[in-house]
């Protein structure tokens, strides 16, 4: 039988569990996780600076935002766990499917057409090479 207190011996369980790479997460992006998506298979698994350069130039809304997440990243592996900017690479980076905002279009005769404006949840996790 395990000693301590319930939460006690549940803090010393998520301690050892805890993920040590440096990730950063985007939450209620105003973009559907089929677009985000787009923009983030372009970058999985190449080095930061290759990502950088590829989000710079990528046309797709998406890109400016999963450019500045991974800036925040890189600043995360920086400053908390004291990582070389050179040798990060992107490790994870996947979208899930945040809430859907649903509007009304109206339309001929009376009818109303629903509008989904869909939102998703980006994440970004790096590692050292």
């Not at 301590?4 to 985007?26: C, D, F, M, V, Y």
């Amino acid at each position: 039988m395990a000693k301590g207190h319930r939460s006690q011996i549940k803090r010393e369980r998520n301690a050892n569990q805890r993920e040590t790479r440096p990730s950063a997460k985007l939450s209620y992006a105003r973009v559907s996780v089929q677009k985000a998506c787009f923009v983030l298979d372009a970058i999985r698994g190449k080095d930061v600076q290759t990502a950088l350069g590829i989000l710079a130039y990528n046309p797709r809304y998406a890109s400016s935002l999963i450019e500045k997440l991974l800036k925040s990243a890189i600043a995360n592996a920086e400053n908390n766990n004291g990582m070389n900017p050179e040798n990060l690479y992107i490790a994870e980076c996947y979208a899930n499917k945040g809430p859907t905002m649903k509007r009304i279009r109206p339309r001929a005769q009376g009818r109303a057409y629903r509008i989904e404006k869909r939102m998703s949840h980006i994440t970004i996790v790096l590692d050292e090479r």
